[in-house]
């Protein structure tokens, strides 16, 4: 790992996926969530034989307002210096290079790309499968940890109970 940068979510390389992925292996990958990478220090991006190097300005959308809106599907692999989409890469067919194991790495026409393709039918419907296993995977665990609490409480009663009953 290059000073400067912090791999937010190291468990999660997109480069030890499965080449086929299963649904066993999606619902993992998805409950571990996108690599992130936090940026400090640009200037220690690799630069390609034209000079230019990916930049953290595409880490967010902008917005007509101006506003910023996080690319979370977005993941840049400093290793593989390319860019990956995260729901095209597990939910996809492997017919776009952002979706596909090699990553799109052409900085100069990124900005387009990048737009083109999160606005791309294919793009909206795997992000709507990643958002919809996700959310469901995180009302699974609330049910699991209110279930667990519930018992928690049970046996905290029956606790009571029989440290009463033992006293008499
Ligand atoms: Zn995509």
Redesign the pocket.
């Known amino acids: 790992m290059t000073v400067g940068m912090e791999n937010l979510n190291p468990q999660n390389d997109p480069c030890l996926w499965p080449i086929k992925i299963t649904d066993v292996d999606r619902t993992d990958i998805v409950l571990k969530g996108p690599i992130r990478v936090k940026v400090d220090l640009v200037d220690l991006f690799p630069v390609n034989d034209n000079a230019r190097r990916f930049s953290e300005y595409h880490n967010n959308k902008i917005l007509v307002n101006d506003a910023k809106l996080d690319r979370r599907?977005?993941i840049y692999l400093q290793t593989k210096d390319a860019v990956y989409?995260?729901?095209?890469?597990i939910f996809?067919p492997e017919n776009?290079k952002?979706?596909s194991s090699e990553g799109a790495c052409d900085w100069k026409h990124l900005r387009d790309y990048l737009k083109s393709?999160?606005s791309?039918r294919?793009?909206?419907d795997?992000?709507l499968k990643w958002i919809n296993l996700e959310n469901g995977l995180k009302s699974c665990s609330t049910i699991d940890s209110l279930a667990q609490s519930q018992f928690e409480q049970e046996k905290q009663r029956w606790g009571d109970i029989l440290e009463r009953l033992l006293a008499l």
């Open positions: 599907w977005m989409c995260f729901p095209c890469r996809g776009t952002i979706g393709h999160e791309s294919q793009h909206k795997c992000m």
